[in-house]
């Protein structure tokens, strides 16, 4: 292991940095949490002396960059744009860890794995758990009877569930300082080139995409131009037809009739439609393609400059110099903001965009201070919260085998972290606002809603669930209504 290049991957160099840890921070209290997708940062302030800087320390668990550091300031705005920062009350540990006492560092004896004691202000322990092997790593906080109160990633090595019965000792080299500065000029550096690389991996596979629709839309805009063109050829069709219609009679397939300049023309004829139908049809889709032909130029122009805007776009990402760190991330949130137009949207962790509607049109309540349930009030409203406005890892409640509203437990990405009796409440939300109310128990479906479509061709309000379970529930109202 001492032959690795990172001193995240070397297991005494890991231990190092928990002694200095152990060293500056034991004492100390989480007073400010941030963070984002697969990312930490815990913000210590020593309350003994108050002149004492505070300690940031950054966990990352993303792919290529699996890594632990310590910090006097914030990284820069590029990088945590990058990152994908939330607010302190929207990350998920922020209930568990805002005010809770450092106690000591250390690290797994055989594995890579730095855990941090911690203490909440009411006594109770808690450990967090950094893992730094694997692709991605990954980061889990646990509490004193081994539950498992958060991830930063779904099932979490085995690992980072219990909490450790010892720490390895502290080799006599690297001594802690250095190893607390190697980790601190290292992982940044390292972060920031994997940020890079990521940035620009997605937003190569979007320009990729784009360019793709605009080519078969290019395509095939130039397809119905064709058609289009074909306006001239059946008016004189229908001409011609008009000509000699005295002449013609139902059940011909197939024609030969000269035009007003004598011209001959092959004519194919609807056996089943009399003359006049025949050459109406040939009228109709004159009219049809003029009125089309415009709109398809347009459309068409339009196409090709989309493209070509596409190709300039790729041109100036690949100028971008990822060897520039300081520069590259801005640079590439530069060209994502100017060329965003020709972009899909994405959020931070590259899933599409699914904005709520922002007049509250559904019934809400806020369970245990933290959860927030929707119900739909009508089938349209129904329609609108399942198949629109909740997100695919959202959990889905519906009374089962009696008509009532749809639920949805909000979940921020993460569903497997509702607890058991959260989702015991918000189902019994679901029966309370079925026609299940009046009885003691009610049996109600659940569902990931990425399991919920929506049969074609049906009312509103129809959803079919897949992969349900049952819960058994009394009907009641178990959280707060918000307004």
């Known amino acids: 292991m001492a032959d690795l290049p990172y001193p995240w991957r070397r297991h005494g160099h890991l231990a190092a940095l928990a002694r200095d840890w152990d060293r500056r921070c034991a004492g100390r209290r989480v007073d400010r949490v941030g963070g984002g997708p697969g990312w930490l940062r815990l913000t210590l302030i020593d309350t003994r002396e108050e002149s004492a800087p505070p300690v940031h320390c950054f966990f990352t668990a993303r792919t290529g960059a ?104 502290v080799p006599t080299e690297p001594t802690p300082a250095d190893a607390a500065n190697l980790f601190r000029h290292e992982a940044p550096t390292h972060l920031t080139a994997a940020l890079i690389a990521e940035t620009r991996h997605r937003h190569e596979t979007d320009l990729r995409r784009a360019r793709d629709g605009a080519e078969r839309l290019r395509d095939n805009l130039a397809r119905d131009l064709g058609a289009a063109d074909d306006g001239d050829h059946w008016r004189l069709i229908g001409e011609t037809l008009a000509i000699h219609l005295h002449t013609l009679t139902q059940g011909l397939t197939e024609v030969v009739l000269g035009d007003a300049e004598g011209v001959d023309h092959v004519i194919t004829l609807d056996p089943a439609k009399p003359p006049h139908a025949n050459m109406e049809d040939c009228f109709k889709k004159a009219r049809k393609a003029q009125r089309g ?159 919920v479509r929506k049969p074609r061709k049906s009312a509103a309000g129809a959803a079919l669930p897949q992969r349900v379970k049952t819960l058994m529930v009394e009907p009641m109202i178990t959280g707060d209504q918000q307004h």
Request: negative net charge; hydrophobic residues 40%.
């Open 293 to 451: 032909l415009e709109t398809i130029r347009t459309r068409h122009t339009d196409a090709v400059t989309a493209l070509a805007g596409l190709e300039a776009a790729a041109e100036n990402l690949a100028a971008v110099d990822d060897d520039d760190h300081d520069a590259a991330l801005e640079a590439l949130a530069a060209w994502r903001a100017t060329h965003d137009d020709l972009l899909p949207g994405r959020t931070s962790r590259g899933e599409r965009i699914a904005t709520p509607p922002s007049d509250k049109p559904f019934r809400r309540y806020l369970v245990d201070d933290r959860w927030e349930v929707w119900v739909g009030r009508s089938n349209l409203e129904n329609d609108e919260l399942t198949h629109r406005a909740s997100s695919p890892d959202d959990w889905w409640f519906h009374a089962q085998g009696v008509p009532g509203s749809h639920v949805i437990l909000r979940t921020g990405g993460q569903p497997d972290q509702v607890p058991k009796a959260v989702l015991e409440k918000a189902a019994a939300i679901a029966a309370h606002h079925s026609k299940g109310r009046t009885s003691g128990i009610v049996p109600v479906m659940m569902t990931l809603r990425k399991y």
């Open 66 to 169: 699996a890594l632990c550091w310590d910090a006097d300031r914030s990284p820069a705005p590029p990088v945590l744009d990058a990152l994908g920062r939330e607010k302190q009350r929207d990350v998920w540990v922020t209930p568990h860890l805002l005010g809770a006492t450092f106690v000591r560092a250390g690290v797994l004896p055989e594995d890579l794995v730095l855990v941090l004691e911690l203490r909440t202000p009411t006594g109770s322990p808690l450990h967090l758990l950094h893992q730094l092997f694997g692709p991605r790593g990954n980061t889990a906080l646990i509490d004193g009877e081994q539950r498992r109160l958060w991830s930063a990633h779904p099932s979490p090595h085995p690992l980072l569930l219990e909490p450790p019965r010892e720490y390895a000792a």
